[in-house]
Nanobody, 122 residues
């Protein structure tokens, strides 16, 4: 079973930056970031495939960058120009091994990290 642990969250002012990390025991074919704000449903943020294909939610496109370091088994989410509406618990997720489809929906992902809190003050 893949294991995931996020880090790098914190409190930042609007317009600032944070870099989240997701340490993985190993990568699967599709790794993603999701977030859940208080009182809201969890939403997809971005994903990256083993061949480096990346996709972003419209709300973060142009501000966030997903990447992964295969040597360190670590996935990153660089978040720039942060807004108060980016405040949420951020989760990394790994798609179930043996699959092939990457998606912004939750169904491909069967392993989730505990999350890291991001708070953006106005």
């Amino acid at each position: 079973q893949v294991q995931l642990v996020e880090s790098g969250g914190g409190l930042v002012q609007a317009g600032g930056s944070l870099r989240l990390s997701c340490a993985a025991s190993r990568f699967t074919y599709c790794m993603a970031w999701f977030r859940q704000a208080a009182g809201k449903q969890r939403e997809w943020v971005s994903y990256i495939t083993t061949v480096g294909t990346t996709m972003y939610a419209n709300s973060v496109k142009g501000r966030f960058t997903i990447s992964q370091d295969n040597a360190r088994n670590t996935m990153y989410l660089q978040m720039n120009s942060l807004k108060p509406e980016d405040s949420a618990m951020y989760y990394c997720a790994a798609a179930a091994e043996g699959g092939s489809l990457c998606s912004g929906a939750e169904w491909p992902y069967n392993v989730w990290g505990p999350g890291t809190q991001v708070t953006v003050s106005s």
